[in-house]
T-cell receptor, first 112, second 114 residues
Framework: ETGVTQSPTHLIKTRGQQVTLRCSSQ?????VSWYQQALGQGPQFIFQ???????GRGNFPPRFSGLQFPNYSSELNVNALELDDSALYLC???????????FGPGTRLTVT | AQSVTQLDSHVSVSEGTPVLLRCNYS??????LFWYVQHPNKGLQLLLK??????LVKGINGFEAEFKKSETSFHLTKPSAHMSDAAEYFC????????????FGTGTRLKVLA
């Protein structure tokens, strides 16, 4: 059984640029959630996708968007990057929404 | 609306003594509650979950938590701390009001003294 994987591991971008982060869910899981974890803080819920539809969103602006594909992998897109977007971005998958989530190792994004 | 409060940002215990990490929650709907652990430079790992079944929940590595609706609490305990328990612990509440939100607490850093 393959766990949750994320790519890339690290990324450096310039303010104003756009970035795409990728996540492969654990085998058998149809739900993917994305989180932002700033240094020294707890993860903040960005949104969740269930069977290719967004079914939950946290307090993040529309420049944070996502997709889920038929194989249940997912992308997180962030437009017009700001310095405060520098954080660890975590992806988690679960079997069905509301279930226990299994986290990937994260993508460390640095915006300069 | 949902929220979760971890009452202690740092907890220090001696190896072999009990661990208590406190979590209070607020939810307008029947919540699911979780505890996760995050070791330095490692991913988040699920310790245990409550989803409206038994109120005393047993997890991995000897941890357990008790759901107390009257106190809106979900404290994490372990009878005897081990050095390997040193990590950051997060309490999480989730509930649905048509759409799902998962709210993490701010975390409790557990230090285990030899």
């Amino acid at each position: 059984e393959t766990g949750v994987t994320q790519s890339p591991t690290h990324l450096i971008k310039t303010r104003g640029q756009q970035v795409t982060l990728r996540c492969s869910s654990q085998s058998g899981h149809n739900t993917v959630s994305w989180y932002q974890q700033a240094l020294g803080q707890g993860p903040q819920f960005i949104f969740q996708y269930y069977r290719e539809e967004e079914n939950g969103r946290g307090n993040f602006p529309p420049r944070f968007s996502g997709l889920q594909f038929p194989n249940y992998s997912s992308e997180l897109n962030v437009n017009a990057l700001e310095l405060d977007d520098s954080a660890l971005y975590l992806c988690a998958s679960s079997w069905n929404y509301g279930g226990e989530q299994y986290f990937g190792p994260g993508t460390r994004l640095t915006v300069t | 609306a949902q929220s979760v409060t971890q009452l202690d940002s740092h907890v220090s215990v001696s190896e072999g003594t009990p661990v208590l990490l406190r979590c209070n929650y607020s939810s307008s709907y029947s919540p699911s509650l979780f505890w996760y652990v995050q070791h330095p430079n490692k991913g988040l790992q699920l310790l245990l979950k409550y989803t409206s079944a038994a109120t005393l929940v047993k997890g991995i590595n000897g941890f357990e938590a008790e759901f107390k609706k009257s106190e809106t609490s979900f404290h994490l305990t372990k009878p005897s701390a081990h050095m390997s328990d040193a990590a950051e612990y997060f309490c999480v509440v989730s509930a649905s009001s048509g759409t799902y939100k998962y709210i993490f607490g701010t975390g409790t850093r557990l230090k285990v003294l030899a």
